[in-house]
């Protein structure tokens, strides 16, 4: 094949034959050859030329499969769903689901356009892609842009979960009727999964037993605070020794091993109190201390003298009540694309503590172990990611180079306490 160079057409040109040709011979070629990079910096920028390629080719294939399809264009007696299963090696039954995903998207070309551009992710792409289509029995396309466009603003950081609850909540104020369809079929499946509720044990003493089971939604809210808040505390024992960090996975196991072998240890109860409130002497069984407030360096007294502080602003791991009123406040990690619980997270300080920064609420937010090493930089950094405290409220700075700006960027949880902050206060009295 003729080398010819890229990009020989106008920008706005759709791929000539010939580029189409030279694109897929580039490609081969870094499959196989891989790319000259020599430096870690310059394979972190390979890294993210080749990101924002794939990005854009997914983009353009979806858009084709979808033109194609539509034109019922055959290429040598074979089907669409023909051509994805023999370069893909992918089975018939799954190009068929290829095909049929790209028709869906390629019906909302500014849900693309936002994949393209790095403002959406492929699993929230999805999403928003069935949102759109349930909206539109009661949108005009007006309407349907204003809240693709809403939406996509809301999913740039988050993860499926939430953006999925958001366009959930999205949908419920403007299709009452699909509302309530939905809540009598969440009961329907509420009541299905309390009927099949099971727990088993298969295996022997020797090789160790396997768990198979099936939980409510009601039932898992109970458990699973109390697993991770142990898998936490095994987190944090073993990065504190010598021994290899076990994964969550295991770490799950030997909570539950710990939590029961707590029960079995508990001591007998107590006789019970008199059921006559006038036996009862509250002297023999006095009242714990009732735990001290912690408030931030900002709503400290005006004359100056600071609040009782219950936790010390000198130590360097966050304590049992300091932890309970970061939970209360940022209820996770705060990275805005991040959805781990508060039970799984460290205390991040803002100010590092090498550098003087006090174990306190206005200087410690909730982060977990994964993203935590990512904003170990000190504020108002422009090369890398911080985390600033914005009205109480934890916003993710980026780097000068992702956004010269450097906009803030808050967790989809924190949406709608911002939106009420915005809210006009109603005239004076």
Not at 364 to 390: K, Y
């Amino acid at each position: 094949m003729s080398a010819v160079a890229p990009l020989s057409l106008p920008p706005e040109a759709p791929l000539s034959a010939a580029e189409l040709a030279e694109l897929a011979a580039l490609s081969y070629r870094a499959a196989h050859h891989g790319c000259d990079a020599k430096t870690r910096a310059a394979s972190i920028d390979a890294l993210v030329k080749l990101e924002e390629a794939g990005r854009n080719l997914d983009v353009v294939r979806t858009r084709q499969i979808a033109a194609a399809d539509a034109k019922r264009t055959r290429q040598e007696g074979r089907t669409i769903s023909s051509v994805i299963t023999e370069t893909r090696a992918l089975p018939t039954k799954l190009a068929d689901g290829v095909v049929k995903r790209a028709v869906r998207q390629a019906r909302f070309p500014l849900v693309l356009d936002a994949v393209a551009d790095g403002q959406l992710s492929a699993p929230n792409a999805g999403i928003l892609v069935g949102t759109l289509q349930a909206l539109e029995p009661f949108c005009s396309a007006e309407q349907l842009a204003d809240s693709a466009a809403q939406l996509i603003r809301s999913g740039r950081w988050a993860s499926p979960g939430f953006f999925k609850a958001a366009c959930r909540d999205h949908l419920d104020r403007i299709d009452l009727r699909g509302a309530a369809s939905r809540t009598e079929h969440d009961a329907k499946l509420r009541k299905l999964s309390q009927a099949k509720r099971f727990l088993t044990f298969t295996g022997n003493d020797t090789e160790g037993y396997d768990i198979r089971g099936h939980a409510t939604g009601e039932q898992y809210a109970i458990i699973a605070p109390w697993l991770a808040r142990e898998s936490n505390r095994i987190h944090r024992a073993s990065r504190h020794g010598e021994g290899p960090v076990p994964a969550g996975a295991t770490r799950t196991i030997d909570a539950l091993t710990n939590l029961a072998r707590r029960g079995n240890q508990e001591t007998p109860p107590r006789e019970p109190a008199p059921s006559t409130p006038a036996f009862f002497d509250d002297s023999a069984h006095p009242k714990p201390p009732a735990p001290q407030k912690i408030l931030p360096a900002s709503e400290a007294s005006p004359t100056g003298t600071q609040p009782p502080v219950a936790e010390d602003p000198r130590a360097r791991l966050v304590g049992p009540q300091l932890r309970a009123a970061l939970a209360k406040r940022d209820c996770g990690c705060v990275v805005p694309w991040c959805s781990v619980k508060a039970e799984l997270c460290d205390g991040h300080h803002l100010l590092a503590y090498a550098d003087g920064g006090p174990t306190t609420l206005d200087n410690v937010v909730l982060m977990c172990p994964r993203h935590h090493p990512q904003f170990e930089n000190p504020p108002g950094s422009r090369t890398g990611w911080t985390i600033r405290l914005i009205d109480g409220i934890a916003a993710a700075i980026p780097p000068a180079r992702d956004d010269p700006e450097q906009a803030p960027h808050y967790h989809p949880r924190f949406h709608t306490r911002i939106a009420r902050r915005r809210q006009p206060s109603g005239p004076a009295p």
